[in-house]
């Protein structure tokens, strides 16, 4: 298995729900990432895990809460967000944090309404 | 002035062309380098590392030039399916080793 998994492919959600974006890999990768992409700009980095434990929060806001409960699981909840949270979440691994090489699942798409 | 830095394009190229990407990078502590390639409402994926030497996969080439902080991507014999949005990524520690991507050029490849 070669794949990073992210559920759900889209998403819409109202301001006061809360919600949870989930990403599986079985590839043994140590390191899993989140990144936040609007549309016609580059993918921007929120948060680093390393063997589970989170290494780099790139001052993201606290509505979005990441857990990382295993070495295969991530998960992004999501609460009280705004409109201009809209955005592609895409999540990657790779074998190790300094490894060069990363899969990136094909995302979540994220409306809030 | 931003880490990384791409023309967005869009470049415009007819099937068979030769069209060359340039990007550079401000921070001179910057380790690896990479192409990645990102199709509308897809995830990016990679296309090819970027090393010193230089290095080719078939029709792609990429070159690096550390000393003036410059990445590059040839691409030959321009085919319909190479339309994409490129990016220009680069990590090292200073980033906590995290891919840090370029704005992407967008190419469009015509019959």
């Known amino acids: 298995d070669t794949e990073v998994t992210q559920t759900p492919k889209h998403l819409v959600m109202g301001m006061t729900n809360k919600k949870s974006l989930k990403c599986e890999q079985h590839?043994?990768?140590?390191?899993m990432y989140w990144y936040k992409q609007k549309a016609k700009k580059p993918p921007e980095l929120m948060f680093v895990y390393s063997y589970e434990k989170l290494s780099i929060n790139e001052s993201v806001p606290s509505r979005f809460s990441p857990e990382c409960p295993n070495s295969s699981l991530l998960n992004l909840h999501l609460h009280a967000l705004q409109p201009e949270d809209s955005a592609l979440y895409l999540c990657a691994s790779s074998q190790e944090v300094a490894d060069l090489s990363y899969t990136f699942g094909s995302g979540t798409r994220l409306t809030v309404v | 002035r931003k880490e990384v830095e791409q023309d967005p394009g869009p470049f415009n190229v007819p099937e068979g062309a030769t069209v060359a990407f340039n990007c550079t990078y401000s921070?001179?502590?910057?380790?690896?380098f990479f192409w990645y390639r990102q199709d509308c409402r897809k995830e990016p994926k990679l296309l090819m590392s970027v090393y010193s030497s230089g290095n080719e996969d078939g029709r792609f080439t990429a070159q690096l030039n550390r000393a003036s902080q410059y990445i590059s991507l040839l691409i030959r014999d321009s085919k319909l399916s190479d339309s994409a949005t490129y990016l220009c990524v680069v990590n090292g520690k200073n980033s906590g080793y995290a891919l840090n991507f370029g704005k992407g050029t967008s190419l469009l490849v015509t019959p």
């Open positions: 590839m043994g990768h140590r390191a």
């Open positions: 921070n001179s502590a910057s380790q690896s």
